[in-house]
């Protein structure tokens, strides 16, 4: 089995049990270059807040957009977003990645910033 395919099936398995939950859901994509982040509506129709190391505003001052740096601060600016559209409590959809390193570092800044897991 493909790595890709292997995370994908488990990602498949974590977004059934969250829609059960009925709650908005902050789901992270990690790519060799750049993070993406994006709180959906708890049925996933609709993005409330995204937030992603392309974004200038997240780009400026870091060295790199594929670090533990970078990823903390696209943490810090998804949670500040989805305050600002009244969420304060989501399900952390980590995408079939291991709850280590960049994905780690994210949910603590997010965490950090006020959003409730």
Do not use: C, W
């Not at 939950?21 to 993005?47: C, I, N």
Request: aromatic share 6%; hydrophobic share 40%; charged share 25%.
């Amino acid at each position: 089995m493909n790595k890709n395919i292997a995370r994908l099936r488990r990602a498949k398995s974590t977004r059934s049990h969250i829609r059960k939950l009925g709650v908005p859901r902050l789901s992270v994509l990690r790519t060799g270059q750049h993070l993406y982040a994006q709180v959906f509506t708890a049925d996933g129709s609709k993005v409330l807040a995204s937030a992603s190391t392309l974004q200038t505003s997240v780009k400026e001052g870091l060295g790199s957009t594929k670090n533990r740096d970078a990823a903390a601060k696209v943490g810090r600016v998804i949670a500040e977003q989805a305050k600002a559209a009244g969420i304060e409590s989501v399900a952390f959809d980590r995408s079939g990645y291991r709850y280590h390193g960049r994905i780690q570092v994210l949910a603590d800044a997010a965490r950090e910033a006020g959003l409730k897991f």
